[in-house]
């Protein structure tokens, strides 16, 4: 019980840092992982279902993220070339703008200091990575 009572209570620790720093910039954390995945892709855009299975979440969650990113501005739905019946998200300019000054701020106030040392974070991602693996959870090696 004390393992999985702390993980919940770290999680929700960061999650008030990570909303502390999204939150003025109009943004959750489901949208601010939105933003970056398309902000990496070479072309910009990848399919709703794509992103979806890389983000590891519902279909609805990707719809409803994208929904309100749309309407902010930062995202843009088209149909795809090929297949009309492929709806794809795009990362507009100004999504491109407020996700870089979101990955600034979260370098700056949580990424780069967690609150323990780094070897203590490569020994705490290893650990959780092992508890994940055993979740059938995929783990990059």
């Known amino acids: 019980m004390a ?7 770290v999680h929700q620790l960061l999650m008030e840092r990570i909303d ?6 109009g943004l959750s954390f489901a949208r601010y992982e939105v933003l970056r995945l398309l902000g990496f892709t070479r072309a910009g855009h990848l ?4 992103l979806g299975s890389l983000l ?3 279909p609805t969650s990707v719809t409803s993220a994208v929904d309100l990113l749309e309407k902010q501005g930062y995202v843009a739905r088209s149909r795809g070339p090929q297949d009309r019946r492929i709806v794809l998200a795009a990362i ?8 870089e000054q979101a990955t600034d701020g979260l370098n700056r106030e ?3 200091a967690p609150g323990i040392s780094a070897e203590d974070v490569v020994a ?3 650990q959780l990575s ?8 995929p783990v990059a090696t």
């Open 3 to 9: 393992l999985v009572t702390s993980v919940v209570r």
């Open 20 to 25: 502390g720093v999204l939150r003025p910039l």
């Open 130 to 137: 092992a508890l994940r693996a055993a979740a059938g959870d």
């Open 110 to 112: 949580v990424f780069t």
């Open 56 to 58: 590891q979440v519902h």
């Open 47 to 50: 399919p709703m279902t794509r």
């Open 92 to 99: 507009t300019d100004a999504g491109r703008a407020i996700v």
């Open 124 to 126: 705490l991602t290893r």
